[in-house]
């Protein structure tokens, strides 16, 4: 059974940078397509990046487009998610989840980071 645990998140001004982290275990994702979601509170989960098991191909919803950088390393079971010029309304719990690729909705879901982000 994978269990992913989110990792890096924290408080920090607007402007600033944070590199979330998504580590596995249990089992190897280097199969897997890997995805970042976010979830503030009172508003629906958004889907904002995903990259595929060969580290290839990249996902990223508009509203982190340009600013955000997803990557993988499959050696260390890890995936990355470098997000700079945050801004508050970037303030969620920012969650990881994988899945096959043939799969449509994710199999495995980690608990989630806090990111916070001041004015």
């Known amino acids: 059974q994978v269990q992913l645990v989110e990792s890096g998140g924290g408080s920090v001004q607007a402007g600033g940078s944070l590199k979330l982290s998504c580590t596995a275990s249990?089992?190897?994702?280097?199969?897997?397509?890997v995805g970042w979601y976010r979830q503030a509170p009172g508003q629906d989960r958004e889907y904002i990046a995903a990259v595929t098991a060969s580290g290839r191909g990249t996902y990223y919803t508009d509203s982190v487009k340009g600013r955000s950088t997803i990557s993988r390393d499959n050696t260390r079971n890890v995936v990355e998610l470098q997000m700079d010029s945050l801004q508050p309304g970037d303030t969620a719990v920012y969650y990881c989840?994988?899945?096959?690729?043939?799969?449509?909705?994710?199999?495995?879901w980690g608990q989630g980071t806090q990111v916070t982000v001041s004015s």
């Open positions: 249990g089992g190897s994702v280097s199969t897997y397509t």
């Open positions: 989840a994988a899945k096959l690729p043939l799969h449509t909705t994710y199999d495995y």
